[in-house]
Nanobody, 120 residues
């Protein structure tokens, strides 16, 4: 029903910047939420920055002041702008979209993930 695809990851030196993009298969205006998560090796997936209903934002303390989230409804795309990157930011970054499968059942769509490596 909803599919998302991430892009923009890569290798960057400390203090560098990257912009990740997440393109959805349909309009993102009616989604419950859409945003970014990351997973470190051997650890659970953690929320990074998410748009909720009504445009509210939830940003993890670990990235506040360095990462910002934005969206372009016309392009069905959400972005993660990552600045002042640190080696500790190295992870696989995933896009997630939550939507109503039925009137009462919520569902999730996850992207394939994009690797961000901060090293140098």
């Amino acid at each position: 029903q909803v599919q998302v695809v991430e892009s923009g990851g890569g290798l960057v030196q400390p203090e560098g910047s990257l912009r990740l993009s997440c393109a959805a298969s349909r309009s993102i205006s009616t989604l419950i939420s859409m945003g970014w998560y990351r997973q470190f090796p051997g650890k659970e997936r953690d929320m990074v920055a998410v748009f909720g209903s009504g445009g509210r934002m939830d940003v993890a303390d670990s990235v506040k002041g360095r990462f910002t989230i934005s969206k372009d409804n016309a392009k069905n795309t959400v972005y993660l702008h990552m600045n002042s990157l640190k080696p500790e930011d190295t992870a696989v970054y995933y896009c997630n979209a939550k939507y109503w499968l039925t009137e009462t059942i919520m569902s999730d769509a996850w992207g394939q993930g994009t690797q961000v490596t901060v090293q140098g």
